[in-house]
């Protein structure tokens, strides 16, 4: 299978705990974007990378969200000191740099803090 | 920042009956992506318009690119069973580090 994995597909935490998703986007692809999800709303950007480079983390991200691609292949997304408003999907997708930039999602890791 | 809108977010139809969903941005576009989300699935790439005035077609689906670059329709004829899900706009900003910024979706139901 050569799409988006995403690790774990669920996770289930107690508030304040800290917790860590990974994403291994399509090999070629040298965008990788991290959305966040909840009912009946759209993916909501929170941050994307170009190779292993942060471009542009969203505003809306509390500092107790951090991202990292170190080699420029896959990311991971940690949430510290989790709170019950963080419950949500959390989307991977990759693209080209180039083209029209689509982008290809993974199958999301379903957070639920208790 | 960029936004863009989608409407309506909810629509019932019966099978059978057309559908259509508009996206509008509130800057102008390199291009503009639709994407389908099946009830508890992930996003899925449907197609690119790039062009001004852009017109394509998937089989029952119609996709259009306004002539200023900031709005865009889809629409499905005949829908079936299957069309079921929700269908997002995401606009590609032009200049700056091209970022997609998707909408809110419009949530499709199609009653047998």
């Known amino acids: 299978d050569t799409g988006v994995s995403q690790d774990p597909r669920h996770k289930i935490t107690k508030r304040g705990q800290n917790v860590t998703f990974r994403c291994d986007p399509i090999s070629e692809h040298n965008r990788l974007y991290w959305y966040r999800q909840t009912l009946g709303q759209g993916p909501e950007f929170l941050t994307y990378f170009q190779n292993e480079a942060q471009l542009e983390k969203s505003r809306l991200l509390s500092d107790r969200f951090s991202a990292e691609r170190p080699k420029g292949s896959f990311s991971t997304l940690e949430i510290q000191r989790t709170e019950q408003g963080d419950s949500a999907m959390y989307l991977c997708?990759?693209?080209?740099?180039?083209?029209?930039?689509?982008?290809?999602f993974g199958p999301g890791t379903r957070l639920t803090v208790t | 920042g960029q936004q863009v809108m989608q409407i309506p977010q909810y629509q019932h139809v019966q099978e059978g009956e057309d559908f259509t969903t508009y996206c509008n941005s509130s800057t102008t576009l390199s291009n503009i992506q639709w994407y389908k989300q099946r009830p508890g699935g992930h996003p899925v790439f449907l197609i690119q318009?790039?062009?001004?005035?852009e017109v394509k077609k998937q089989k029952r689906l119609t996709f259009q690119f306004g002539e200023a670059k900031k709005n865009s329709s889809l629409h499905i004829t005949a829908t079936q069973t299957t069309d079921v899900g929700t269908y997002f706009c995401?606009?590609?900003?032009?200049?700056?580090?091209?970022?997609?910024?998707f909408g809110i979706g419009t949530k499709l139901q199609v009653i047998p």
């Open positions: 997708a990759s693209s080209l740099r180039t083209g029209g930039f689509e982008q290809y």
């Open positions: 318009l790039v062009k001004s005035g």
């Open positions: 995401a606009g590609l900003s032009s200049g700056g580090y091209q970022k997609v910024t």
